[in-house]
Each structure stands twice: as C-alpha cells, then as structure tokens.
C-alpha cells in the first residue's frame, strides 16, 4: 500500500510553483512540525529563515539519522526518514521554515510547538505539533473535554496572530491529532479581516471541541475552508464535537495504530478515500459520547486529576519514561492509587465503572443487532430457494427465528380421523 514516502517519489520532482498545495503535502508538513528544530531553525521573533535542504544538514549534524530521544513510539522513530526523503526533493527543499517555538510546562500541563513553512514569499504553511512524548501533553488533550479552552489552544491563536501579522501573503493551517485541532481553533479565533488571508486549515485526525467553539460566528466563518481527515478506525479525530464533514481514509494500521499518518494510504496527490468509518470506530464514538454526557465538567477535571497524580506520582515526565522499569513503576502507580484520598479514589473508580458500563452496553446493543441482521439476511436467502428450506434442521430455524412452512402432522391426523368418523354416521344411516 503506498504512503506519502512513495507520494516523494511520485511527485517529489515537482515544485510548489508547477503544482500547488494539496491534502498530502498538508500532511507532510503537519508531520515535519513534530521535529526538534531548536538551534536549527530561526525561532518566534527572530529575522531570517533556513531552508528544508539546509536545516536537514544541521540536524543531521547534531543528530545524525535519529532522533534527539530514542522513542518507542514507531511514528515518531520514522519522522526522521520523511525528513531526509523530503528535504531531497525539488518539491520541499526549497521550502523557508522559520519562526520555530516549542513550550512545555509540566505545571501547567501545556505542550505547544509550531513552525512556519513558507513555499515561497506569499504561501505559507502554519504547522501546528500534535501531542509529543511529553505527559504534559496528553493531560492536556484529556482537558480538553472540559475546559472551554486549554492554554495549547489560546497560544496558538496568539502565535497565528502574529505570524498573520508580520508575514506578506496568504496562509494555510494544519497540524496533526491535536495540532489539527490548534490549527482549526487558532482559524476561528481570528479576525474576519485576517481569516481572508486564509486559504485552507487542515485537520488530520484531530480532536473536535466543546460545542461553544463549532457554534461560533469565527468557526462558521471558514467552515467551508476546514479539511479534516480521519482513518476508518479513527479514535482521536472523532473525539468531542465537530461542526465540519471529515473524510475517511484508508490506513493498513490495525485500530489506534491508524492515527499514525504515516501508514495512511495515498493516490497522487489524495489520500484513499473510504465510505466511512469501521463499526469498531463508531460503537466507541458512541460509548464515549454516552459516557461524557453522563459526566458533569467537574466530574471530568477530577478524574483527569486523579489519573495524572498517579502516573506522575511515578515521577515520569513522559510516555518513554513509563516504559521504562515497567515493575517498579506499576508498583509505585500502586502505592499511589493505595495512598489517594478516599473521595478521590471512589470518584476514580466510579467513572471508570461508568465507562465500562457504557462500552458493554454499546457493543451488546451492536452485537444484538448484527445477529438480527444476519437472521433476516438467512430467512431471506431460504425464502428464495425453496429446496434448501426443506432441507434447514429445526436447530437452525430456531437458531435464526425463521418460520419454515413445513407439513402439520398434528392437524393431518385430526382431519383424518374426522373424514372417518363422518364416513361411519354416512354407513349408519
């Protein structure tokens, strides 16, 4: 199956000035945002920009063909590659990145990194890092369910602002997971006057929002700007409320494994489209939403609170560091769930159970009727070949509820038995 790394080899000799911008490039940016571009590429406020060819050199010189950190995650181990494959080709080399910001605060819980990606002096691409390895990170996506907005999403609309405002020329947004999301949110917070300048936002497999933020009168204003993709069995870009139609693409990844883009099929110069998403995605689309709602505000921020305190209670401050010494970790998460207030772990516990409650009851429901369908698809079948219905044991009749027309033996005994009697009153009289 082909992915944006054949997408280089395809069009990878065709500049930006032969063919324009589309939904694959997007993506290519939105994954090149995720790289440690410190003390390569210019940052926010500073003059000057370096090209993708030129900063491939320098980051190769600092880190050879790896990353800075060695990850366990397989997505974030194959950036690298799409770097060097990208940075080799006529169609990005050329591309200026600049105005480079990465925040982390682990306080705070906020994680927020972007890079501008200028195609040439009037286009350029805002591209807007999803969540990294960073725990800080991933708590925040969770407050997302609850919060109106999370600091990642107001410094992204201050950042687009400036950007806005200090470059000539138009603009596309787009990031991946919850950079997808920053770059929807930082497009609606903008000035009708500045969302002119804004040619597309694409959102790949991010995160929805909170229903304020779809009904306002900047989201509505670009709606029809918004690209949002998502992999048949989507989880993340499915979450919480969206006000945009979303393509589904084809991925060869199993389940989660799809929200890594870089498995995401592709056609040149579009992704694969499917019909839409697997009956997994939709039944814990569906199990989540019925569980969120049955969760005040409140009720969310205690229990994000409650499941960080005891992953950081391990002191890990990333994802890598909790695979790291798993036994000596579980044991401390242990403790820490033993030692939690009595509230606290009763609160834990009962949302939890919520969700399980919710999830069973989905997939039962999904179950119940995938059976009646396959009852009705049988008794359909048999109805029209009537020499297979005779021959149906009663075991599967009964199996899938089909009413078969079969020989009454009863009621041919009993009308028998009454042309005899009536025969003998005949001979009597």
């Known amino acids: ?202 959102n790949n497999d991010g995160p929805g929002f909170m229903s304020h933020v779809i009904e306002g009168e900047g989201y509505q204003r670009i709606l029809q700007r918004i690209h949002t993709f998502v992999p048949k069995s989507s989880v993340v870009g499915i979450l919480l409320e969206h006000g945009e139609e979303f393509i589904t693409v084809n991925s060869n990844g199993l389940s989660f494994m799809q929200h890594n883009p870089l498995l995401w099929e592709v056609k040149g110069k579009h992704f694969v489209y499917e019909k839409g998403l697997t009956k997994g995605s939709k039944n814990l689309n569906t199990a989540v939403r019925l569980w969120l709602n049955q969760l005040s505000m409140e009720e969310r921020a205690e229990f994000v609170d409650a499941l960080f305190d005891i992953v950081q209670a391990t002191g890990a401050m990333t994802v890598n560091d909790l695979s790291q010494n798993k036994l000596s970790l579980a044991n401390d998460m242990i403790k820490s769930y033993k030692n939690m207030n009595p509230v606290a772990k009763d609160h834990l516990k009962n949302v939890l159970k919520k969700f399980f409650e919710k999830s069973q009851q989905v997939w039962l429901s999904s179950l119940e009727k995938d059976v009646a369908s396959l009852g009705e698809g049988v008794a359909s079948f048999i109805a029209r070949t009537p020499k297979i219905g005779k021959r149906v044991a009663p075991p599967i009749r009964s199996l899938v509820g089909l009413n078969i027309n079969k020989p009454d033996i009863s009621a041919k005994k009993d009308e028998l038995a009454k042309k005899d009697r009536d025969k003998r009153s005949i001979d009597e009289k």
């Open 1 to 202: 199956m082909n992915n944006i790394f054949d997408y280089l080899d395809w069009r990878g000799d065709l500049t930006f000035q032969q063919d324009d911008l589309n939904e694959v490039d997007s993506l290519i940016f939105s994954v090149l945002a995720y790289l440690e571009f410190s003390g390569i590429v210019p940052g926010e406020g500073d003059e000057g920009a370096i090209s993708l060819e030129e900063a491939c050199e320098v980051y190769r010189g600092i880190y050879g063909d790896k990353l800075p950190v060695e990850l366990n995650n397989p997505f974030f181990r194959e950036i690298p590659k799409l770097f060097f494959k990208a940075a080799s080709s006529n169609r990005f080399k050329g591309t200026q990145l600049s105005s480079y910001i990465n925040l982390v605060d682990h306080e705070l819980s906020n994680q927020f990194s972007a890079t501008v990606f200028s195609l040439d002096e009037e286009k350029h691409f805002i591209a807007f890092r999803g969540t990294d390895n960073t725990l800080a990170g991933w708590k925040e996506d969770l407050q997302m369910s609850f919060r109106d907005e999370v600091k990642a999403q107001r410094d992204a609309v201050l950042y687009t602002r400036k950007i806005m405002e200090n470059y000539q020329g138009r603009f596309y947004l787009g990031g991946h997971s919850k950079g997808g999301n920053l770059a929807v949110y930082a497009g609606a917070a903008m000035k009708p006057e500045l969302q002119d300048w804004i040619i597309g936002v694409y």
